[in-house]
């Protein structure tokens, strides 16, 4: 079946440095997502690619969704503790708005 | 804030009981999902109800069960407790069942099965 996996796992930065996660899925998306979870949070929207190759900014959050449309990334630039938190990418399966979610990416910055 | 809310936020039960979760959509939002998150994981998808039908399942065996009511809110009905059903469980509201859509996120009914 399809699967979402995302490396790395676990991620421990010094504020001021750069940070990426990485996504791919086993199947072709027709959009991804990515959400941030706060520790002891729920999941909050970040935001939606879904174009294929298509790049999006935030701030300092870099969003791409690749060419083939299997994989995504997210880049942090110069990361600040508010930056803390897990990061999920979740993809669609047989119809929108039901997600397949990665194991996420777990961001530690020291100050 | 999401709008979205869920009750009870944290609940002990034993194995072999049944619980029930309940979540209140965001206003305007048709159509629930209920995922559940394990320690350390990323969210499994359970079940999603649009218009008081279900619309869609995951890996989820049937004593996994829901509704949904005519103002949209949502139960999740869990029967025979197993110890590996201890886990975070979170409702998503949406506004689009067919088209892609953020996910509202509640704070989530933290459950743990002794």
């Given at each position: 079946?399809?699967?979402v996996m ?5 991620q ?7 940070f990426?996660?990485y996504?791919n899925?086993?199947?072709t998306?027709s ?8 520790p ?6 970040l ?5 294929s ?6 701030k300092r ?10 994989n995504s ?8 503790t508010?930056?803390v ?5 979740a ?11 990665g194991s ?5 910055v020291?100050? | 804030?999401?709008g ?7 609940l002990?039960?034993?194995?072999g009981?049944?619980?029930?979760l309940?979540?209140?959509?965001q206003s305007?939002?048709n159509?629930?999902?209920?995922y559940?998150?394990a320690?350390?994981?990323?969210p499994q998808?359970?079940f999603?109800y649009?218009?008081?039908?279900e619309?869609?399942?995951g ?5 996994f069960?829901?509704?949904q ?16 059903d ?29």
């Open positions: 079946g399809q699967q995302q490396i790395p796992q676990y421990h930065v010094q504020e001021g440095e750069d990426t996660t996504c899925s086993s199947t998306l959009n991804i997502q990515w959400y941030k979870q706060r002891g949070g729920h999941p909050v929207f935001i939606q690619l879904v174009k190759g298509e790049v999006k900014k935030q959050l870099t969003f791409q969704f690749g060419e083939a449309k299997k990334s997210l880049h942090i630039t110069a990361t600040q508010t930056d938190g897990t990061y999920f990418c993809g669609p399966f047989s119809n929108f708005n039901k997600f397949y979610f996420g990416t777990k961001l530690n020291k100050p | 804030e999401t979205v809310t869920q009750s009870p936020t944290h002990i039960k034993t194995r009981q049944q619980v029930t309940r979540c209140s959509s305007g939002h159509t629930v999902s209920w559940q998150q320690l350390g994981q990323g998808f359970i999603q649009y218009r008081e039908e619309n869609g399942r890996n989820f065996p049937p004593r069960s829901g509704l009511f005519p103002n949209y809110s949502s139960e999740l009905n869990v029967n025979a407790l197993e110890l590996d201890s886990a975070l469980y979170l409702c998503a509201s949406s506004s689009k069942r067919d088209q892609p859509g953020e996910l509202f996120f509640g704070e989530g009914s933290r459950l743990t099965v002794l």
